[in-house]
Every structure is written in structure tokens, then in C-alpha cells.
């Protein structure tokens, strides 16, 4: 590491004059044009990336709770002994609105041009971007309230009946805030400092000037307050990052700092509260089959602290071709829409991934027409629903769907929750998966039973004996009838073949129902004894 004096005499003497020197290669396209551009003393937002990085891989193997802490306090003291020569270098260039970013060891700063010049002929430097701005998602109009059709075609009441309904798991949601005086979200708010966050500092409690956060938050975990059930998982707790201002933009620098307040909300690495899934309703629309790697880093270290991070696959289609960022990222799960009579929405965006030239989206679900939370207007109107349209509305789905999961299998990993998701999903379209409906549609109840299940080994009836031959027990002929199994009583001419051994004989002396001795053909027969049907 150079001293501070020998870093910043390298800093002056490598300034270029403007217009001659030719690009850094760290500086990035849209900021390198715009330096062209402007006169030197128009100030610029940027992101300044440093070379040095954690390897999130590396805390593997360790229990949940202490690789989250041992994960972000060794991206903050790589920021801390990284980033030092940098910050002083900064304000000594007169840079303003400094902020650290330690999930991906970069700083956000306001410069001069030729300040930036300087800084990407740094070797320290990885790169150099505009700290761009996304705007909002459009909401949706309020609408004639519908069945939860959605909610039905998930399987997800079949879940409430067993009694599970998300207690224990929180979800959280990167979007336009959240109407936390709706009464169908109020009561689920986790509350806190550590349970809200607007990196753009103009509210300090849960807030929506848009309405679109609010929306995708009650597909979530919305109760019933409006007189049918609108949430997949209603007893979950809810979090939140208002990364869109009130005027419908979000910086970059405010994603990112966005996805670090996720990792730990309330400052303290040693405490657990980061929540179990994020979901994000939005992409980068301007970059279609583009793989934008801006927060590839950002979802790779929440993924490695085990959550579940789930994207909206886009509304690009309906061409081949049409993924966005970030749902295209390889550690993102990316979902599609369907309609209620299944069939893939037409704007739902396509694959091939433009990433890694994998499934695009990975899963699918309702999105067409789905019910939903909208607006009080700071409590004036309580029953305040609308219908949403989009690949916005199916996301939240599979994001609750895994919190739901989770609050019944809280020692799965949620990689393993993803693939249950996956091995279960009703396959639609081509058979296998495709490009327009991934793996399939989420069927809860199915991946319930999956994980219920994770050898794969049936015993329907219950009788103790497995139907598929690699489960330790002879095969059972007939796993819907507990009377009927290798260890039956066979009953002579009745037609069936109650041991499974492939004859209708009576067993002998080693049986009690021996037809030979009176036992008769009444004893046995396929009526009775049946289990509940794939709970092994």
C-alpha cells in the first residue's frame, strides 16, 4: 500500500488534459461521454469500485447466524482498510455526498471531471461508473377487486390448512416504499429502526408516494382485512428499502446502499436481523438482454448470507431475448407471469439469460389480474385494493412462497427452498424447462410434500413399506392401500395380491388368514386403511 503523501502525488501527476489523454480504461461508457461533454466544472455523481474484495465463498460451512456476521465485518474491514488513502483523496479534490459502500468496497461521491480523470488512473481503482438514476415502477390504477384465484392456483390455502401461514420468516422489498396504515399490512410490520430504510433520508417511518411498493408488499404478506385473503404468506413480518425518492427516481448509489442496509439493518454485525427473502419488482428496462453487472456483487453477498434474492423477470416479451437486470444475474431467481387460464404473459419477459445463457425466467406465477394493496393516502381510505398487472406481481409471489417455506423448514438453506420450488413446479409449455415458463408454475403444496420428502421416498398408506425400490424396504404393489404391502396376508382367489409377491396364493402356515382353514376371501380386499396421500 502506498503512503498517503506517495498516492496523492501519483493522483497529480497522472491527471490528463482534458480532451487529449485518452480514456481510463475504468471509466465507464455513459460517464466517460458525459465528461466529454461537460465543462470542467460541472460536478458529477459517481461510483468509484475498489480492486480489493472479500471472497463471500469462504464462510461456507459455518451455522447461519455467525457466516452473516463473519461475512459483514469482513466487508467492512476491507472497506475500513481499503478505502482510507481514497476518502482523504476525495475531500482533498473537494468531492461531496461521500458515502461508503462496504457491501461492494465503493465509495459514492459527487466530483469535478478532472478529479475523476484522476482517480481511474489509479491502480486501486476497479472501475469508475455515473451513479445513474432508475425510475419508479409504474403503479397500478385502482380496479375491480377479483377472486384470489392467484393465491389458489399457488397452492398456497392448502399450506394454511396445515397451519402454516409465514410466522417466524421476514420478507423484505427494495421499491417505492410501503403504506404501512394499511390495515392489511400494519399489523406485520416488523417496526424498528432496523425494519425501514430510505437511503434517500426524506422519511423516517415506512412511506409510498407511489403506490407500487405497497402493491407488490400485500401479494406478499397482506392479511384479509378487505374481506378475502390477498397474501401468500400472512403471518410473515415485513421490511423495507425505499430506494425510489419521492419523485420517482433511484440512484444507484441508493440501490447499493440499499442491499447493504439488508445485510444488517440495524448496524451490528453480531446480531441476526437480516430478513430471509428480498424481493425486487424492477429492472433495467433501458438494457434489454443486457447483462449490466452494476449489482452482481451486491445479490452474490446476500445470496452467500443465505437470502433468497428474487427479481422480476420483466416485461420486455413477448420476443425471445428479453431479460433484464438484475433478475438475469446467475445468484438471482427470476420470475415470469402467467394469466389464469396458464398461459404466459405476453409481456413477460424471455430467455436465454443474457448473463450465463441459462433458463429465463426460472419459475413463474400470477401476475394478470392479480388483487392486491394500494394506497390509504395516510390512512383516509382503509379499504383501499387494486388489480396488478405484470411481471412486478408475480415476483412477490415466489418471494412469499419461500418465506412460507422457510417458517416450516427454517434449517433448509433457501437454495434448497429454491429448488424444492423448482423440482415441484407444474410444467408448462415445451415439456421441460424453457425459455418462456422456466421450470414451471410455484405449486406449494407440492413442494411442501418435495421437502417432506427429500429422498423422494413414498409411503402413502402409511403401512411402513416405501413404492420406490431404492428406499430401504420392499417394494410395495399398491401404496394406497395400508392392507396391501410384502408383509400382508395374501387371501387365496380373491384377486388380489395382497404380499405383492405377484401371485394370489395364500401364504401357509405363516399366515393367520389362510382361506384353506376358514379364513375365506372376506379378510383382506383394497378398502380401508388409506393415509394421506404423499406423506411419507
Known amino acids: 500500500m502506498k503512503t498517503v503523501r506517495t498516492f496523492i502525488l501519483f493522483l497529480i501527476l497522472s491527471i490528463p488534459v482534458l480532451g487529449l489523454a485518452a480514456q481510463p480504461a475504468a471509466i465507464g461508457d455513459k460517464l466517460s461521454a458525459l465528461l466529454i461533454s461537460v465543462d470542467a466544472d460541472v460536478e458529477i455523481p459517481v461510483i468509484a469500485t475498489l480492486a480489493e474484495r472479500v471472497n463471500p465463498g469462504q464462510f461456507k460451512g459455518l451455522e447461519k447466524a455467525a457466516a452473516r456476521s463473519a461475512l459483514i465485518k469482513a ?7 481499503s478505502q482510507g488513502e481514497l476518502v482523504r483523496f476525495l475531500h482533498q479534490n473537494n468531492g461531496r455526498n461521500i458515502r461508503s459502500l462496504w457491501i ?11 478529479a475523476v480523470y484522476a482517480l481511474a488512473n489509479n491502480p486501486a481503482i476497479a472501475s469508475i461508473n455515473y451513479d445513474d438514476m432508475l425510475a419508479a415502477p409504474v403503479k397500478q390504477q385502482a380496479g375491480t377487486a377479483i377472486a384470489e384465484w392467484n393465491l389458489n392456483l399457488i397452492n398456497a390455502p392448502v399450506i394454511w390448512s396445515e397451519g402454516f401461514f409465514g410466522a417466524g420468516a421476514v420478507v423484505a422489498n427494495m421499491d417505492t416504499g410501503v403504506d404501512y396504515l394499511h390495515p392489511d399490512l400494519a399489523a406485520t410490520w416488523r417496526g424498528g429502526t432496523n425494519s425501514w430504510y430510505d437511503p434517500n433520508g426524506e422519511h423516517a ?8 411498493g405497497t402493491q407488490t408488499m400485500g401479494v406478499m404478506v397482506a392479511g384479509s382485512g378487505g374481506g378475502t385473503a390477498v397474501g401468500v404468506a400472512p403471518d410473515a413480518s415485513w421490511i423495507a428499502v425505499k430506494i425510489y425518492n419521492d419523485a420517482g427516481d433511484a440512484a444507484y448509489s441508493a440501490i447499493h446502499a440499499g442491499f447493504q442496509w439488508l445485510l444488517d439493518p440495524d448496524g451490528d454485525p453480531s446480531t441476526d436481523d437480516a430478513p430471509d427473502v428480498v424481493n425486487g419488482s424492477w429492472g433495467l428496462r433501458n438494457a434489454v438482454n443486457i447483462c449490466v453487472s452494476e449489482f452482481s456483487t451486491d445479490v452474490q453477498i446476500l445470496k452467500a ?8 423477470a420483466g416485461n420486455e416479451g413477448p420476443g ?5 437486470s438484475p433478475a438475469n444475474y446467475v445468484d438471482s431467481l427470476a420470475v415470469g407471469s402467467i394469466d389464469n387460464s396458464l398461459v404466459v404473459a405476453q409481456t413477460s419477459s424471455r430467455g436465454p439469460s443474457a448473463c450465463d445463457a441459462s433458463i429465463y425466467p426460472e419459475l413463474i406465477a400470477p401476475g394478470e389480474g392479480v388483487r392486491t394493496t394500494d394506497l390509504t393516502f395516510g390512512g383516509i381510505f382503509p379499504d383501499s385494493y387494486t388489480t396488478g398487472y405484470g411481471t412486478s406481481f408475480a415476483a412477490p409471489h415466489v418471494s412469499a412462497g419461500l418465506a412460507l417455506l422457510h417458517s416450516i423448514y427454517p434449517q433448509l438453506s433457501m437454495t434448497e427452498l429454491e429448488q424444492a420450488l423448482k423440482d415441484s413446479a407444474l410444467d408448462l409449455g415445451q415439456y421441460g424447462p424453457d425459455n418462456d415458463y422456466g421450470y414451471g408454475l410455484i405449486d406449494l403444496e407440492q413442494a411442501y410434500l418435495t421437502l417432506q420428502n427429500p429422498g423422494g421416498c413414498t409411503d402413502a398408506d402409511s403401512d411402513g413399506f416405501f413404492a420406490e425400490p431404492s428406499c430401504g424396504t420392499p417394494v410395495d404393489c399398491d401404496d394406497r392401500d395400508a392392507t396391501i404391502n410384502p408383509a400382508a396376508c395374501d387371501i387365496k382367489g380373491d384377486g388380489i395380491d395382497q404380499d405383492c409377491d405377484g401371485i394370489d396364493r395364500t401364504k401357509g402356515k405363516d399366515c393367520p388368514l389362510d382361506s384353506s382353514t ?12 388409506k393415509g394421506k396421500g404423499g406423506k411419507g
Request: proline letters at 4%.
Open 305 to 312: 448470507a443465505d437470502i433468497g434474492v428474487i427479481f422480476s
Open 205 to 212: 417511518a415506512p412511506y409510498d408516494a407511489n403506490g407500487h
Open 104 to 114: 461492494i468496497n465503493a465509495v459514492a461521491v459527487t466530483l469535478k471531471p478532472q
Open 75 to 81: 466487508l467492512q474491514d476491507k472497506a475500513a482498510t
Open 320 to 324: 425471445l431475448e428479453t431479460s433484464v
Open 518 to 529: 376358514g379364513g375365506g376371501s372376506g379378510g383382506g380386499g383394497s378398502g380401508g386403511g
